[in-house]
């Protein structure tokens, strides 16, 4: 068996909701491959992240350095000079250390999910060690696009899309792409049995952003229906008219729970004013 080593090159470390990152991870793992994660930041929700369900990667977090500052003498590389043309200084700053650590690592290459931040730092890893990289492309990224898109995506090893929709996008635009289709880890969604008769029950999984229209879902609810009952698992934290019930953030084991307790899942996506969108929603699939 040849012995790779990849660095996964992540926004976020750990996520509750990237079910498809530790997913993809834990497989590369369990065929051999030498993975480190380092990440550029964390969200709250990765404290729900079950351990049995984290890969068992190294994991670096990514500080930020104002290195200039201190060693305003030495000389700039090309991809920090790439870096500074789309980055604030204080996230361009993390380059030299990342550089230091993949070097000392020799990583086989880089991988990237989501063409953002992370991806310019792939770029920036590329220009200066020639490691070579590849991307994730999944929505927010592409359809409320950095000025960086173009470059980081035409200069990647190889770019990977969730969807024939995306992939038709990108082709349009020149870049060329494969589609490998993110999904839940199946042995862990188990076929359920239907819920007991009642009232209908809805079940909405999501986070509160504008994405997601939680709002839309709320204001259409019924009001006073005593045939529907409405469950959000969501860190919304507004008001909720009647037969509506809320519970925090959880782990999938709850989610799975819940699904089984519901006749039916809910997840009104729209466009974002901004263009934010979602690509294929995990929660629908886990839900099928």
Known sequence: MVHVKVLYLLRYYPCLSETFVRDEVRALEARGVDITIASLGSRADGRLVPADARPAATVWPIPRRGLDRLRPWR???????????????KDAARLPWVRARVAAGAFDRVHVHFAGEAAELAHALWLDLQVPYTVTVHAVDLFRPRPSLATVLRHAEAVITISEHHHRHLADRGLPAHVVRCGPELRRWASLPPPPPGPVRALLVARDVPKKGIDTLLSAWPPGDAHAHLHLISDHRGPLPERCTRAPLAPPVV???????????VLPCRIAEDGDRDGVPMVLMEAV
Not at 75 to 89: D, I, K, Y
Not at 255 to 265: D, F, K, P, R
Request: aromatic content about 4%; some cysteine.
């Open 75 to 89: 000389t700039v590389s090309a991809g920090e000079q790439f870096l500074r043309s789309c980055q604030r200084p």
């Open 255 to 265: 989610v799975q729970q819940a699904m089984a307790e519901c006749n039916v899942v």
